[in-house]
């Protein structure tokens, strides 16, 4: 089945108008869901609608309230909401190019692709992607969606371009109000080369594939006995704990690391000699 678009419209540049689909980059297929079951009836929970003192309410009693007070609300009706609501433009108008570094992992919030809507379209769209491309930059803008205005960033992803939503400022907490009781002290040198040393042993390409949610797996392996068993008694797996010694936060350091660079380098060495013997 062909993907829906999230969103239909155009982007703009200047005079220049680019009609183009935007697609979720994501998905959330992967994950597992419960729902809470009555156990004696095995049948499925639902919540009622009640207020202290009142008991059960009807759903058209209820309207929306935001607290300004502990207990005080300002009761607003649903119109009133819709009467602020961003009306849903079919334009997204690139307002500022920035560098990418400029823009702090932190504001990144949900990718999406972004594709031209037809043949017509096509021409415009590549310009623009390579124009991007070419200058290093990003592209900003505010796009309006089911009445609210999400701030996003454009740049070109493969043949295509990639959309991210940006969080607003007010809605990042700031690194500093958590890091300021770290100490400002530099590690010793030997150690800091230990550790560097340790990280390039270590670095490859980045590819997804290579890592695996083990906690879905494992409620799916869980879910498939009890399915296959048809039995209420609890299915409990031991997992095994990682080697962390007697789990004491006093270690020491130099030793930790000079063991760990030992292993890499060791088990690097055996690997060549096994090579050469095959060969």
């Known amino acids: 089945m062909a993907a829906r678009a999230y969103w239909q419209g155009q982007i703009r540049l200047a005079l220049v108008s680019i009609p ?32 202290p003192g ?83 930059k990003v592209a900003l803008g505010q796009l309006s969606v089911r009445g609210s205005e999400k701030l996003v960033a454009l740049k070109p992803c493969g043949k295509g371009l990639l959309l991210e939503t940006l969080r607003y400022a007010d809605e990042v907490r700031k690194g500093q109000d958590f890091f300021e009781d770290i100490d400002e002290a530099k590690p010793k040198k030997e150690l800091l080369d230990l550790a560097t040393t340790l990280i390039e042993e270590k670095s490859a390409p980045f590819d997804a594939s290579e890592f695996e949610d083990r906690y879905v797996d494992a409620l799916r392996e869980l879910i498939d006995k009890k399915a296959k068993s048809r039995s209420k008694k609890a299915i409990v797996t031991d997992v095994d704990e990682p080697d962390g010694g007697d789990g004491g936060n006093v270690i020491d ?20 000699s096994k090579r050469k013997k095959s060969a």
């Open 20 to 51: 183009v689909e935007i697609f979720s980059a994501s998905k959330s297929g992967a994950k597992i869901r419960f729902n809470q079951i009555h156990e004696p009836s095995g049948k499925r929970i639902k919540y009622e609608k009640s207020v």
């Open 54 to 136: 009142v008991g059960p309410v009807d759903r058209d009693e209820i309207i929306k309230g935001y607290e300004i007070s502990k207990g005080e609300y300002i009761l607003l009706e649903d119109e009133e909401i819709e009467a602020v609501k961003i009306e849903s433009r079919k334009t997204l108008e690139l307002v500022q190019f920035v560098e990418a570094c400029e823009i702090d992992p932190l504001y990144f919030e949900k990718p999406y692709y972004v594709a031209p809507k037809d043949d017509l379209a096509e021409e415009a769209f590549v310009v623009l992607r390579e124009a991007l491309r070419k200058s290093k």
């Open 253 to 272: 350091l130099m030793a930790a690391l000079k063991k760990s660079v030992g292993e890499k380098k060791s088990s690097s060495g055996k690997s060549r």
